[in-house]
């Protein structure tokens, strides 16, 4: 079978980029045809012909991030003329790598838009969409001239897969004026290659790792703001935040101001909150809330925690793979909607507990993974995003480092097991193939 997947973007860092690198050699694997769309001119995949559709220069972005080689504009800075280039631009591409190759069997499109409206216009196969967060939640729902497009491609879509309910629940009040979307919607969350995401030989030493973009809607500032809480009762650990973005230097001077103990100016980060990454003044209420009111003693042990966090940059997926195996603790604090928990279950296949925010996408993924865990550790893979969420945080860590080693060995053992099972990139491919051919009865419908 000849096999399409449009994506658009680049095929290194998180999300939608590792969905489809690992998307395409898996359905290669199962003996397809397989081609896919980009705009990464760099990497290569073994049984994968990647094809850079001709967008002149110019890359329209859910999130906007530099990018070599590109001018980058987030969608909603679009004029009506570049945004109609764009999809002539990639429908033509589309058509033209099908009428090569003789034709295309089943396609996928990734991204609510415009991914399935540029397959929707091309005609050359059926096929699925596949949603992630970032188009819908930072695209769509806060720029309504982006839903005519979402309309067309999920009207033509066979099938639509989410990572998760909550997205598919996001979905479905976006688009209310398409009656068979939730009938034809089925979850299909990312894979996990359990080859390369694998627990490692040597022994963990006590350290806590963040691994995302540094932007505000990530929530590093309340693991930051937790950090001396957590050092307090446990002084060995170390945190490590892998990552880059537009709130780095907001994040740095968040954690340099806590390094010497100067709330004053930690409070100023958090009153400025959005303004720091390049937004409209808008504070940060959780941190605000809790560096009103800190804990007795907090500044001394802030002081005390100075030195013990390390900025590992922004890293690639394979460094990513060596990276956590050697962590005890994963933290994925995002105070904004996550289609799926994808870092928390790369985290889990390497025996790394993940402590993830209690919503969207990631409540589901830690209620998977808890119901395997030894009882005294299922309660610390998730927690709630409201005031209060710092110290929650710190609880969380400073519970998992108090557990006899014996146990978080049996919970280590048990997050691997419960990712062997229910993650795999094969199990992903032949779900993407049902949803384009519209068969749908055998995929699992979004249920909290």
Not at 187 to 194: A, E, F, H, I, W
Request: charged share 20%; glycine share 10%; hydrophobic share 45%.
């Amino acid at each position: 079978m000849r096999v399409l997947i449009f994506h658009g973007y680049m095929l290194r860092g998180t999300g939608s980029n590792i969905y489809n690198v690992n998307l395409a050699p898996a359905l290669a694997r199962l003996g397809h045809e397989v081609h896919l769309l980009c705009q990464d001119r760099e990497v290569r995949i073994p049984g994968v012909e990647i094809h850079n559709p001709d967008i002149g220069g110019l890359l329209p972005v859910y999130v906007k991030d530099p990018y070599p080689g590109f001018a980058v504009k987030s969608f909603d800075e679009l004029t009506a003329a570049e945004l109609d280039r764009y999809l002539d631009a990639n429908v033509a591409a589309v058509r033209e790598v099908a009428d090569r190759v003789g034709g295309i069997d089943a396609a996928l499109a990734n991204h609510l838009v415009m991914g399935p409206a540029i397959l929707a216009r091309a005609e050359v196969a059926p096929f699925a969409a596949k949603i992630h967060g970032s188009a819908l939640e930072y695209t769509v729902k806060p720029h309504p001239r982006f839903l005519p497009y979402a309309y067309e491609g999920m009207e033509a879509a066979r099938g639509v897969l989410v990572g998760s309910a909550h997205t598919g629940e996001s979905l479905w009040a976006a688009l209310p004026d398409l009656p068979d979307l939730r009938e034809k919607t089925r979850l299909g969350p990312p894979g996990v290659d359990v080859g390369e995401f694998a627990p490692g030989d040597a022994g963990r030493d006590p350290v806590v790792t963040f691994v995302g973009k540094l932007i505000v809607s990530k929530g590093v500032d309340l693991l930051l703001a937790a950090w001396p809480l957590v050092r307090a009762r446990h002084p060995r650990v170390r945190l490590q935040v892998a990552g880059f973005g537009a709130y780095e230097e907001g994040l740095r001077r968040l954690q340099t101001a806590l390094d010497r103990g100067d709330l004053g100016d930690a409070r100023a980060v958090a009153a400025a909150g959005w303004a720091l990454e390049g937004g409209e003044e808008k504070p940060l209420s959780i941190l605000s809330a809790f560096l009103a009111d800190p804990p007795p003693g907090y500044a001394d042990a802030a002081r005390a925690a100075a030195g013990s966090v390390e900025w590992l940059g922004r890293l690639e997926h394979d460094e990513v793979a060596r990276l956590l195996p050697g962590a005890q603790v994963l933290v994925m604090p995002s105070t904004f909607p996550e289609a799926f928990g994808m870092v928390a279950v790369e985290a889990a296949a390497c025996g790394t507990l993940p402590v993830s925010a209690g919503h969207s996408g990631m409540r589901e993924v830690s209620r998977r993974l808890a119901a395997d865990l030894p009882e005294d550790a299922a309660p610390l893979t998730s927690f709630p995003v409201e005031p209060g969420a710092v110290e929650a945080i710190a609880d969380r860590l400073g519970r998992w480092f108090d557990l006899p080693e014996t146990t978080r060995a049996e919970a280590r053992a048990a997050l691997v097991g419960t990712v062997a099972r229910l993650w795999s990139w094969e199990g992903v491919a032949r779900g993407v193939l049902d949803a384009a051919a519209g068969n749908l009865g055998g995929l699992p419908v979004p249920a909290p």
